[in-house]
């Protein structure tokens, strides 16, 4: 799986066999459009010399909402005809173990546990029979929300868009059969979400169709595909961890502002 670290204040891309706490250097860009392939050097590295970030740097993470059938039914809600998209700012985006530092301007901090999409190469106005050779892999989110500012606005920019309210990571998984992955969100270590990704209203491939119709998705881009059943509260102090069957877990803790 393709992890992103620093180390000596270099930025670089690694591969990492899982389970093991080796990082295989990868030398070159991961996003290479052409036909040369990122070259795995034979140079391995121990994890715990790494500082871990989140896997990509997206210029922009592109969120669906009401994207699962047992989520539609928990918020009351009917099934959209078609995707619901809004937006993350890139400054949203943190890495494994950083913080999610809890605003001063809500009172109902929540988390949705969420599949994330990673783009591999450049993506306007794709079919869905096309997705695949444009994504990279496939990651897990956070999709943090301030549930009482996302009632209060009407629109979602401030209820999804604080800085650290996209936790991504630990590492990218480019092959999945992403219809049908277990997604479980633990609070404290407590199964919260325990759900499968097969309960998607729209699919991978049609999401990536609807959103390129609109917007054109760069490389490392970001696509959350929305949450299951079982959202709820976060407080100062929880930690927060999404596991995605074939990708592995990313946790976070929630800290004071
Ligand atoms: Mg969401």
Wanted: hydrophobic share 40%; charged share 25%.
């Amino acid at each position: 799986m393709i992890i992103r670290y620093e180390r000596n204040g270099k930025v670089k891309h690694g591969w990492q066999v899982e389970e093991e706490n080796k990082v295989r250097v990868i030398e070159g860009d991961i996003y290479k459009q052409d036909d040369r392939k990122p070259v795995m050097t034979g140079l391995e590295l121990p994890l715990e010399e790494l500082r871990v970030l989140a896997p990509c740097a997206p210029s922009k993470v592109v969120c669906i909402g009401v994207n699962y059938k047992d989520h539609a039914v928990e918020m009351g809600k009917d099934l959209p005809a078609e995707p619901l998209m809004f937006m993350k700012p890139s400054t949203a985006v943190i890495g494994p173990g950083e913080a999610i530092v809890y605003p001063s301007l809500t009172e109902n901090l929540h988390y949705e546990g969420e599949l994330a999409v990673v783009i591999k190469k450049t993506a306007r106005h794709i079919k869905a029979e096309q997705a695949e050779e444009y994504i990279l892999g496939f990651t897990c989110a956070i999709d943090v929300t301030a549930r009482d500012l996302q009632q209060r606005d009407g629109q979602w920019t401030r209820a999804k868009g604080f800085d650290t309210f996209c936790p991504l990571g630990p590492a990218i998984a480019p092959k999945l059969d992403y219809n049908n992955l277990r997604i479980v969100t633990r609070v404290n270590g407590e199964v919260r979400q325990d759900s499968n990704t097969s309960q998607m209203v729209f699919k991978v491939p049609q999401l990536l169709e609807a959103i390129t119709s609109v917007m054109t998705l760069l490389p490392g881009d970001v696509v959350l595909t929305g949450t299951p059943a079982g959202v709820g509260q976060l407080h100062v102090g929880d930690e927060i961890s999404v596991t995605i069957e074939g990708i592995g877990t990313l946790t976070n803790r929630v800290v004071a502002p």
